[in-house]
């Protein structure tokens, strides 16, 4: 009896230890997160005025999501133009990360100042760098899409088709841009593969393609999501992101205000989570699908 | 004599497509060439901004001139310096990306440990609830935030920076409260436990062995906080507007503070803002970035492979 005790007593000192460690994070999360969170969900369902005196709230019901859905012209489709960038980017940055990072597992010559450059744009990117790169045309694929012959062959195609096509041809450097934690994730995912199971594969008689298809793709799968979940909110935060900036507009537009613009919020955000929902619903079963 | 040619075929066999023990000819020109061009590919916005920077006005307007300039020409950079008033911005963006990454590196560290080596109720939801606050955009929290910094006067002051660092919901705290966690699930508890023993109080454990024992995660995580803090213009633009200004936040409004210091009704048509001028301002602001990446980019890469930043 008195063992038992005193192992709950243990148990709970451990426990009040743990959280004595955690608690400036909770204090932190219910002042910075979960408040604010709770608030501007109460803001999207009011008239926010912001006066003198302070801010003053008139219900409206739903009325600030109705009017971004239906009659709002610009937020739909921006919206929808988010996603199919999102949708284009995700798997660009997967493939070429995962190639990067099969390269740099490599031994090689230079190796080192391979590493060194693609890597650099995780140091450099920010939102007026890209803006300003963009504006001078830097951050098109050189020389593809300024081709007459492409321009042309855009112009043939429907627009549901074009506008992914032309967004990859424009922006295909700063897609790559994005790939730079990617590739890390990749790299140390692959160091953990053992590597006698590419030894006994090679005794067997499998070439490098064989095994790269048996081993190494499979055990790149929990980084595959990783990346993607990483790839997706990463897309979704950037300052430059073009919804984004329309929700920053709103807030302070006369017709916008802080209700409408915290309505967009919660609908954007419930788009992410779809796009995040649907990327790793279709990675998870690929990886099943892998195992067995 | 007839078995020299068919051994001098084996041999040109392995030194082209490689044997057991070493890669072939193919496969390093194919490795090297592709490694090169992505290289390029990667570079080549940065080349661009480079070699821009440098074009004098006729060198801009002169079709001929693409990728060399004609005269080595700083005039542009003259300008950028005064227009992005680069010693104070420089100054106000090193101190809004380091001291909040200290705090955050530090309170991260904290939760990361208090998670990885205690046993207490509630852990998995603790453990979903950082990770949504990687996945809550800020623009889901931000209004709130804003306008009680604004009841409290500390807009515009760095506190409405540092305060979220404080508490852990920096800028990506999550990642690097995940990153911890990670190392120090992976780091031995031996010691730790051996100094429990001998009756240390837990703040001294953490103190005195876990934190130098997970050296490498702290300073991966600062750098990162740093480099990230640096960049993020969203949040900086909104808690710090009408306060401290920037490096990238004074870039983001380039346009108007080149006019009001160039005003284009007075100065010659030389001196009007130029795409030269623009370029010049954009790698004024990520020079101090490439210095510290260059210093310390074996921590950048090699660490970050032994760190487990995957957070599996």
Redesign the interface.
Known sequence: MKTRRNLLTL?LR?????????A??????S???L???I??FR?SLHQVTVTAEG?RLDFVHWANYTRALFTDPNFIELAIGYAIETIVSVPIVLIFSMI?AL?LN?N?KLKGL????????????????I???T??G??S??GIANLPAVAEFLSQLPRALRNPIEYLLTS??LI??FSG?QI??Y???L?KVDKSIYEAA?IDGASAWEAYWKITLPSLS??NI?NAVYTI?TL??F?ENKV?QY??NQ?YAVQGG?GY??AM??L??AV??LL?GIVYLFLALQAKKERY | MQSLPRLNLDWWKSLLFGS?TR?GLVF?VL??T??IA??F??????L??FV?SLKSPSDLLNPMVQWVPTELYTGNYEKAYRVLDYPHTLMASILVSVIPSLLQTF?AS??G???A?????G?NL?LL??L??????????????M?AYKEQGLLGSPWALI??A????GYRSAIF?LIFYQSFLSLPKVLEEAARLDGAS?LRI?LTIAVPSALPAFIVSFIFSV?WY?????LT?IFLEGGVTTL??Q??R?VQAYENLYPPGTVNIFDRLN?AV??S??FL??AP??V???LL?RW??ES???T?????
């Open positions: 148990r451990e426990a009040l230890h743990g959280y004595g460690f955690i400036l994070w909770i204090v932190g999360f002042l910075f997160t408040f604010p969170l608030e501007t803001y801010i990067i390269f490599q090689f391979f590493r060194t450059i693609f890597f650099l744009p995780v140091v450099i990117t920010s939102g007026p760098v803006r300003e790169l504006a001078q830097a951050t694929a050189p295909f450097i790559l841009w934690v890390l994730i790299l140390s995912s160091q090679a929990t980084a990783v909110i979704s935060h300052s984004i929700i920053y807030t802080i613009a915290s919020a919660f954007y955000f992410m989570i995040l | 057991r890669s390093t490795l090297y592709l490694l992505i290289g590919v990667y570079l080549y916005p940065l661009f901004m821009t309170v904290l939760v440990y208090g998670l080596r205690y046993r207490f109720w852990k603790i609830l950082i949504a606050t990687f996945i809550i955009p800020p623009q889901n929290t931000i209004i709130p935030q306008l305060l979220p404080l508490l852990g919901q409260i837990d953490y480099v640096w960049n993020e213009t969203f633009s990238p936040m870039l983001s380039f795409e623009k370029m301002g954009t602001n990520i970035l490439l510290m990446y260059f980019q950048f890469v970050v492979e032994r487990g930043i995957t957070g599996e």
